[in-house]
């Protein structure tokens, strides 16, 4: 099975340094196998026989023995992604002057926050919610700091979530297809 492996905070102005080469190398080790993974910011495609809750543990235990910071990670099996991606919101890309970014939720994830959080919503946002990600479209430039998401950081969930722009989301939907 084909899994996605996402990692959040890490290699971010020089802080919490992971080099992709070596993660890729101890995932191997472990028994991974065909691990590749995609620009700097954490995200490793790798495939196992194994359930994902084992590999979850696997890489969790990897991860403590070989770096000095915590970090927060989720495995998303192949299969569940491309659920996710299958029905993405039409307005999700449409407007090139937007931002739009795809948030995944990680395991400790509050669901009552976003629910608090889409009684919010102006029309400097739109958000939809999947299984696993949150689609989210927000001003860019213009008005940029009307929307919720410039108040993101700010929110409780900020840190129970990892995000990836829409071109990275979907280039890792490619590379699970693949």
């Known amino acids: ?5 996402l990692l959040r905070g890490i290699n971010v102005g020089g802080h919490h ?4 080469k070596e993660l890729k190398a101890s995932l191997t080790e472990i028994g991974f196998t ?13 495939e196992s026989e194994q359930a994902q809750m084992i590999v979850t543990q696997k890489i969790k235990k990897v991860l403590k023995e070989n770096y000095t910071f915590p970090i927060t990670m989720l ?21 090139p002057s937007l931002r739009h970014n795809a948030l995944f939720m990680l395991p400790n994830f509050d669901l009552e926050a976003v629910q608090q959080l889409k009684e919010q ?3 400097y946002d739109q958000i939809e919610l999947k299984n696993q ?6 001003t860019f430039k213009k008005d940029f700091s009307k929307s919720i998401y410039s ?21 890792l939907l490619q590379l699970l297809q693949d």
Request: charged letters at 20%; glycine letters at 2%; zero cysteines.
């Open 34 to 46: 065909n691990v590749i993974s995609y620009i700097n910011s954490g995200n490793l495609i790798f």
């Open 1 to 5: 099975m084909k899994y996605l492996l």
């Open 75 to 95: 495995v998303i099996s192949a299969v569940d992604y491309q659920q996710d991606f299958s029905h993405v919101p039409e307005w999700w890309g449409a407007d």
């Open 17 to 20: 340094k992971v080099v992709m």
């Open 133 to 138: 990600v949150i689609f989210w479209s927000s």
């Open 121 to 123: 919503i102006t029309i």
């Open 151 to 171: 108040k993101l950081m700010k929110a409780s969930f900020y840190k129970e979530v990892t995000i990836r722009n829409r071109n990275t989301a979907l280039k």
